[in-house]
T-cell receptor, first 115, second 112 residues
Framework: DGGITQSPKYLFRKEGQNVTLSCEQN?????MYWYRQDPGQGLRLIYY???????QKGDIAEGYSVSREKKESFPLTVTSAQKNPTAFYLC??????????????FGSGTRLTVV | QQQVKQSPQSLIVQKGGISIINCAYE??????FPWYQQFPGKGPALLIA?????SEKKEGRFTISFNKSAKQFSLHIMDSQPGDSATYFC???????????FGKGTSLLVTP
């Protein structure tokens, strides 16, 4: 079945540590996204990528980094510069090109907690 | 700033009742308005979507009403069921844009 796989489901980070969240899709979608979800804040865009080897900052990119070396993969690194990283992180993809944002598919999320 | 404003933040409806969630936007370039449903611990799933060339779209018990002049759109859930209890997000995007702009979400509880 086609879909988006996020791993791990739960992740614990120590202060000053970088962690990487995995996102893989087999939908052959061109565009991929990372959102952060906090209670009462909705979904806020961190980064997005329209094509391989290209990505753009979203509304809250500070303290995060991404790469897009393969069409199927869009990992997110939460760096030590992110002062409040505890949140639920969601990866999504969409067809892009003619479809652009239409038909977003989300993964099941990674819950990151700072310990 | 929030490009899509959603209300109410939370909603309690009795089984069989109508749930109504409202969203408003300012950017007249928005041309795609989806609604997403999210259960605890899961990612959001597309529920229903509308383009501004129609004023209403219905899929089963779910209906989107769209008012272009008022720049508002709403989700109506008819005959609400306990299984509809979830968080609902409205969103909007432009034809030239890739990223969806989400509202802050509405937590719906349908009581038996």
């Amino acid at each position: 079945d086609g879909g988006i796989t996020q791993s791990p489901k739960y992740l614990f980070r120590k202060e000053g540590q970088n962690v990487t969240l995995s996102c893989e899709q087999n939908l052959n979608h061109d565009a991929m996204y990372w959102y952060r979800q906090d209670p009462g804040q909705g979904l806020r865009l961190i980064y997005y990528s329209q094509i391989v080897n290209d990505f753009q900052k979203g509304d809250i990119a500070e303290g995060y980094s991404v790469s897009r070396e393969k069409k199927e993969s869009f990992p997110l690194t939460v760096t030590s510069a992110q002062k409040n990283p505890t949140a639920f992180y969601l990866c999504a993809s969409s067809p892009g090109q003619g479809g652009k944002s239409y038909g977003y598919t989300f993964g099941s999320g990674t819950r990151l907690t700072v310990v | 700033q929030q490009q899509v404003k959603q209300s109410p933040q939370s909603l309690i409806v009795q089984k069989g009742g109508i749930s109504i969630i409202n969203c408003a936007y300012e950017n007249t370039a928005f041309d795609y308005f989806p609604w997403y449903q999210q259960f605890p611990g899961k990612g959001p799933a597309l529920l229903i979507a509308i383009r501004p060339d129609v004023s209403e779209k219905k899929e089963g018990r779910f209906t989107i009403s769209f008012n272009k002049s008022a720049k508002q759109f709403s989700l109506h859930i008819m005959d609400s069921q306990p299984g509809d209890s979830a968080t609902y997000f409205c969103a909007a995007s432009t034809n030239s844009g890739y990223a969806l702009n989400f509202g802050k979400g509405t937590s719906l509880l349908v009581t038996p």
